[in-house]
């Protein structure tokens, strides 16, 4: 058999902090498609180049997979049993899938009745302990935090730096892919352990280190969208109480904030936020235009990008990558109901009418 790909520790291990020994745990996660828009760049009618970063084609559906693989991975190096997460969803179906493929426990806090349905779905399936509190995500994390002074638990929330470590090798397969770092990368922002992990990635490829020369010299303006109802890093300060409909980008105490501002000065980006209207009108441009199902989070980048796009601040002649976090099948309730205005035609079972449903809709 030719050589498989196992995933994205295997692929670069040479920038990851593992050794020949460590046992790694994987469900082939990365390597995911970098899509180039075809349809969307003609609408607006301008001359730019926008890739998107399709993370949903994770094993389960989120760029939550290339951290859990890394997390995952080192707490069973390290001798845990058991990990634990706070979540608005997507960290928990990563979690508990790694957990049981490790063979250790997963606990997951999730914020009552505020999670998609099918992130819900998948944490069940794959048996991690639920723990939903009467609480928001920030308050979970607050939790989760103090647990591990009386719990023999690992944290495997982003401010556990190995999350970061595998999420940052998006950032590689992009360069790998592209030839070279993009002009601008846009992504959403919740807890900004991912803007962290890819401005981290856009680093390292672009630094010589000790063993391993640079690949090149460019990096990426760096722009992170938030949800208007949740936007602590407009408002400059932390939020309570944060709402949106992108119940992933749900949060209003983010864990990386230092990271994210540097991130944002660093590179010389920008932060701007949407409201839920425009984030779902973005999410449903992306799949009827494109037939690419995002979830409604994923969708600020795109949001944000085209915002920027049509007010100059991203130039003609840029090269733009979106990340999609994560896959449009996590939140049917959303889609659906989003779809509401275009009801499907129901007809009789006969030649007669379903040829006359379809020429009617020519
Ligand atoms: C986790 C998540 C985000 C936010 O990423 P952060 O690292 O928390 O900023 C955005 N979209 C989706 C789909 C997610 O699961």
Same mark, same amino acid.
């Given at each position: 058999m030719r050589k498989h790909y196992t995933g994205l520790i295997e692929r670069y291990k040479d920038r990851l902090p593992i050794?020949? =020994?460590?046992?790694?745990?994987?469900?082939? *996660?990365?390597? /995911?498609?970098?899509?180039?828009?075809?349809?969307i760049p003609k609408l607006i009618n301008k001359?730019?180049?926008?890739?998107?970063?399709?993370? &949903?084609?994770?094993? /389960?559906?989120?760029?939550?997979?290339?951290?859990?693989?890394?997390a995952i991975t080192k707490a069973v190096e390290e001798g845990g049993q058991a990990v634990i997460c706070a979540s608005t969803g997507?960290? =928990?179906?990563?979690?508990?899938?790694?957990?049981?493929?490790?063979?250790?426990?997963?606990?997951?806090?999730?914020?009552?009745?505020?999670i998609a349905l099918g992130k819900l779905a998948q944490t069940l399936m794959y048996g991690a302990k639920i723990i939903q509190i009467k609480d928001n995500f920030d308050a979970g994390m607050r939790l989760v935090? *103090?647990?591990?002074?009386?719990?023999?638990?690992?944290?495997?929330n982003s401010i556990n730096p190995f999350r970061i470590d595998g999420q940052k090798t998006a950032a590689f397969e992009i360069i790998d892919e592209l030839g070279d770092a993009p002009d601008y990368h846009c992504l959403p922002v919740g807890n900004a352990g991912n803007i962290?992990?890819?401005?981290?990635?856009?680093?390292?490829?672009?630094?010589?280190?000790?063993?391993?020369?640079?690949?090149?010299?460019?990096?990426?303006?760096?722009?992170?969208?938030?949800?208007?109802?949740?936007a602590p890093f407009i408002s400059g300060a932390m939020i309570d109480n944060p709402e949106t409909v992108a119940t992933a980008i749900r949060i209003g105490h983010p864990q990386s904030w230092d990271y994210a501002w540097a991130a944002q000065k660093e590179s010389g980006g920008w932060?701007?936020?949407?409201?839920?209207?425009?984030?779902?009108?973005?999410q449903k441009m992306l799949a009827s235009h494109e037939g690419i199902f995002c979830e409604p989070a994923s969708a600020a980048s795109l949001?944000?990008?085209?915002?920027?796009?049509?007010? &100059?601040?991203?130039?003609?002649?840029?090269?733009?990558?979106?990340?999609?976090? &994560?896959?449009?099948?996590?939140?049917?309730?959303?889609a659906i109901?989003?779809?509401?205005?275009?009801?499907?035609?129901?007809?009789?079972? /006969?030649?007669?009418?379903?040829?006359r449903a379809i020429l009617d809709q020519m």
């Open positions: 050794s020949e =020994s460590t046992r790694i745990i994987s469900i082939g *996660e990365g390597n /995911t498609p970098l899509i180039q828009l075809e349809n001359d730019v180049e926008i890739f998107v970063k399709y993370e &949903g084609l994770n094993p /389960t559906g989120s760029f939550k997979d290339r951290g859990m693989t890394m997507n960290t =928990s179906a990563s979690a508990a899938a790694y957990a049981v493929r490790a063979g250790i426990t997963a606990f997951v806090l999730i914020p009552e009745g505020k935090k *103090e647990i591990v002074d009386h719990a023999p638990v690992t944290i495997v962290t992990a890819y401005w981290k990635g856009y680093k390292e490829y672009s630094t010589d280190s000790d063993n391993l020369p640079a690949v090149t010299e460019k990096r990426p303006v760096m722009c992170g969208y938030q949800a208007a109802g949740a932060f701007d936020c949407f409201t839920d209207d425009k984030i779902l009108a973005a949001a944000g990008a085209l915002k920027d796009i049509a007010s &100059g601040k991203i130039p003609e002649g840029s090269r733009i990558v979106c990340t999609l976090t &994560g896959n449009g099948l996590k939140d049917p309730d959303v109901t989003q779809c509401a205005d275009d009801q499907p035609v129901a007809v009789e079972a /006969t030649l007669d009418s379903v040829k």
